[in-house]
């Protein structure tokens, strides 16, 4: 903060008339002193009459302040610098503001004329404020020396001191700044409300203040020269009382705390040194309380800054503080007071989501109630993501009342009905006799909703998740998920069905309870058109009605059906947070490939009185709860035989509805077996936002032109390269390089992956097309389309041996290429001679089993699952198997015989079973390629 000083005008020193005074500039941006007569409310009327003291600016009364100045120059002493006069400053005041700019004063010299003496050589200046001529401490000998001035503190005054400048003859002064020595120190006071709004009963009226252990002086050391700044020193040590009359108090004894943070009233302003220590101490006292209260402060204060402190009185007896800082501004501004919730955990500090997890009580909490949900549209079709709330309510809670006291108290209450700078303001009721107690004396679920306006339109709700602490358990395919659904109280049977969470319509954000649940606020409504649907805004302005009654051909809530509302954008690429999803900052809407292969992990505690299964994942032990669903009519299927949930996936095969899991008490159900209805209202888990499906990279040390695959899971492999990218040989010692692509390049850009063919072990076959589906393992996720990298994934849910194939296609249909994916246990290595080889043919889902040099077969089928593929010399795509262990007839149609396979019709879809062979003369190697299932000039080599 500076003071601009510019002094013009000057007179030559060989005049003999009496001096002029000259008229200099002086730009105040900051507060010297306190005026009393500016408006604050509410203020004392004995407060607002009282008289300016010393030093401090009063507009209203014309009062200037007293400067002391210290000249500089060559005049005393050959040991340039000296100060001028030896021992007494040159007097001058600040005058009065200038009407046509209210930041701009006169400085005048009052104790005696300045001239410059004739001299091309500019002298120099330093200033300071208050010029306290009777007061101890202002003498100070030349010496050549910097020299001290010692100037009081008395908590009305503010203290400045400038910096060293030049004049001359002609041109007057430069420009001088000043700074502060001290603080502005201003106080706010509120105490919460209880249940019926009234002021807290155990505090009373405010009956005194004080600051504890303020410096008493300020000693400012003058600049030895031009090079060096003002020293600033503080000494002593006292209490400052704020109740004493002649420092700047806006509080009578006996004055009432106002209620609420809204309501907040600047009772105490003082200007005074920053504390000795580095902590700020407030003594308070009040009629009710049975002592003293005594409030600290630690942050970094430093003269020049103001500070806003605002004090809120508990309901239970103790005090917190907010601390804002700003700089010094004009003494006509008041500082922009900007709470900081230092005292109310952010919630929303890391990320702003539709629900939060509570699970500490005696605790102040907040969030961003200017932003909905994450903030993110850009899945949703886009749209403001701003709000501006004008009412802040409950809008219901199902948390058991406490009882303190005899009284019955929420375990949530509000702070405000407004937000306080953009956050929602709450604290969470814990032991009024131990505000270190920080258990939950109530859990469950409370909804507070944004209106435009008190009692208008629903903006926005959030929901408030006090719960004990919410685990994460690791699951084997890579995903991070909560030990509970969300809303639950708890992760395992509690005799209250507190494992069952709340329910969702798919791609609301606002979650529902079951009408039967008596909760005020919560009860399921359903439109009086019982086909009618909303828009996502209808569907948010009234977040207690189920939308979506009665519409039975798309069996949804939306009039314009969103995939997206959950963050899915297809099979294969990992979900994006959405703005709608109702999940805690950090935590998603689960994938369906959470629950993906859920009938393989083992049953621990079976079922448990209906209430759930107790299953072990990866050795965490998971409960999923038998809580129903609530039917889009608003009727409720609450039974207790069967755990179903949402996940944010789409069916887009078949259903076009969301995959849900469902766990029933005869066991668990194929989860892509049931696409839910989107205006059912089913619960959710959520799982890590940071969590994916762990996904296999088969061609990881190398591509291939085989792949095999021992279990369940993600797989993918790099579809732009031909086998291993090797389209010639040098032969070891030669010279000449040998072309084997045959005119193909090495890499490829496909149009999509598509399944070519499948045969299982060689036995299961039987020329039914259900075989396909119970059979066929892979699944080719993002309809078989590479992604960016050039990898084609695919997912292995209903792991069965057996062999697939994959075609890479062309935009005409045409094949670029082929790959063998082999789905086997893993093969044992065999060691002969100097060689290692694999205990079975490529292909074959078993080995023989050896005993001694014998080799055994429990049955013909097994026998079947040892025969692997056969191959023509050269060519890396399989020709089917044997029809059968013995011979069996070689011909089919005049085509070779094999057993039992399925091709799929690349435009149609279609599959057909097949026991017969293609053949054709043979070809080049490109058309060997686009034909990789046609046995060339019907002669079949070694495997």
Known sequence: MAVLVVAVGCLNDTTTDAPLRNPMEVRLWADVGYSPNLTYSPQSATRGNANSTSGIIDPATDTVITMGMARIDELHTLSYPDFLNCGEPILAEMGLPNPANSYIRDITFTSSAQFFYTTTDYVKYVAWQPWLPSEEGYEYNSNGEATTVKIPITGDSDIMYGNVVTGSQTEGFDVMEFDHALCVYRIYVYAMQEEDGLQSASWGVLEDMNIEDLPTSCTLTLPKDGSEEFGVAYEGCETLYLSDPNNNIFFDAGDKIPVGLANRRMVAKCVAAPPADGVLNIGLATSKAEARQRVSIARNFKAGYAYDIVLRFSNHGFINADVSVGEWKRHDEIIEQEVEVDMFYNLSNYETANSYIINSANYGYCFDATVKGNGDSSLVGGGDTTLTPGYIDILWDDTPMITIDGVQRKALSLDLHELSHGRVLFHVQGNPDDESDKQLLSEGNVVIAAYDEEGGNILWTWHIWLTDRVKVQGYPNGYIVQDRNLGAISSEPDGENGMDGLYYQWGRPTPFRPASSGIYGAVSKVPSNPAQVATVEEAVANPTTLYGSGDTERNDWLATQNNALWGYQNEYTDLEKTMYDPCPPGYIVADIRVWQNIASYEKTGGWHDGSGVNISVASNNVWYPFQGSIESDGSENIYRDVSRLWSSVIDLRTTNEPYELQYTASGVSSWNAYGSHRNRALPVRCVSAHSTAIVTNLSASQTANCYMVHRAGYYKFKATVRGNGVGSLLPLGGTTTAEINGGLS????????????????????????????????????????????????????????????????????????????????????????????????LGATSAPNTNGSSISFASDKERMTTYGFYYQWGRKDPIMGAPSYSAGSETVNGKPNSSQYWVKDYMTGEWSSRTDIDTADAATIPVVVQNPMTLLQEYIALR
Do not use: C
């Open 746 to 841: 090495t890499t490829m850009t496909p149009a999509k992956v598509d399944l070519l063919w499948w045969q299982g072990d060689f036995t299961e076959v039987t020329g039914n097309r259900s075989d396909v589906d119970n059979f066929v393992p892979l699944q080719l996720l993002n309809n078989g389309e590479l992604d960016e990298d050039g990898y084609v994934t695919f997912y292995v849910g209903n792991y069965h041996e057996g062999n697939v194939g994959l075609a890479a296609y062309d935009v005409d249909g045409e094949i670029m290429w082929s790959w063998h994916i082999w789905f086997t246990d893993k093969p044992a290595d065999l060691i002969t001679g100097n060689y290692t080889l694999m205990d079975r043919f």
